[in-house]
């Protein structure tokens, strides 16, 4: 908002900027006005789709950089508190998953070692070791995007989850999954 308020003063004369500013700002104020009330009535702002998208824009990173494809979010609140991407190649070390990293900056950030209010929104279903640290964590909801029939942790066909944890598969599967051919399509060309 200072941004925008400091452009539009550098960019108009003093009265009719301060006409703009103000106007700048009660759209702001009904904004977080409808917000609260949008709230208030049990809905929210931001869906599975938005942040979906902000761990497929994570994922794209990592794609960019020789990774696996894979990104995650961690919100809290509706805010997110983590972002992530697989750097397994980049730091040499096959622990490095988008999830095990989101944890990691989710728990600094927080201060807690517990996530049961937060959701992980992650591009590719969690393989064991991710299960595994969500369990740890006692993350409240995970949210994923495309299945991994290879290596997800579904696979094992026992409960690996927190028993309060819940469960959201296939949100934004298409291009999750595009992603993922792209790159493995890429790789081998």
């Known amino acids: 908002m200072e941004i925008t308020i400091k452009f ?12 703009k500013i103000e106007i700048l700002l009660s759209y702001f104020h009904s904004f977080l006005f409808l917000t609260d009330k949008i709230k208030y009535m ?6 599975d789709e938005y942040y ?8 794209r990173k990592a794609f960019d950089a020789g990774e696996v494809p894979v990104g995650a979010v961690i ?7 983590a972002r992530a991407h697989n750097l397994t190649e980049t730091l040499n070390d096959v622990t490095a998953h988008a999830e095990m990293q989101a944890f990691t900056a989710a728990a600094n950030y927080l201060n807690s070692k517990y996530l049961r209010d937060c959701t992980l929104y992650v591009t590719l279903e969690p393989c064991v070791m991710c299960a ?16 991994d029939e ?15 944890t819940q469960l959201e598969k296939g949100v934004l599967a298409k291009p999750c999954s595009r992603l993922m051919t792209e790159f493995f399509r890429k790789k081998r060309d």
């Open 8 to 19: 539009i003063f550098f960019s108009c004369p003093k009265k009719k900027c301060l006409n």
């Open 42 to 47: 049990g809905l929210t702002v931001f869906s």
């Open 52 to 59: 979906m998208n902000e761990a497929l824009k994570e994922a």
């Open 75 to 81: 919100v809290c609140k509706d805010r997110i508190v």
């Open 132 to 147: 595994g640290g969500a369990y740890w964590t006692q993350i409240g909801r995970i949210v994923y995007g495309a299945e």
């Open 150 to 164: 290879k290596r997800g942790f579904s696979l094992l066909g026992k409960p690996v989850l927190h028993p309060a």
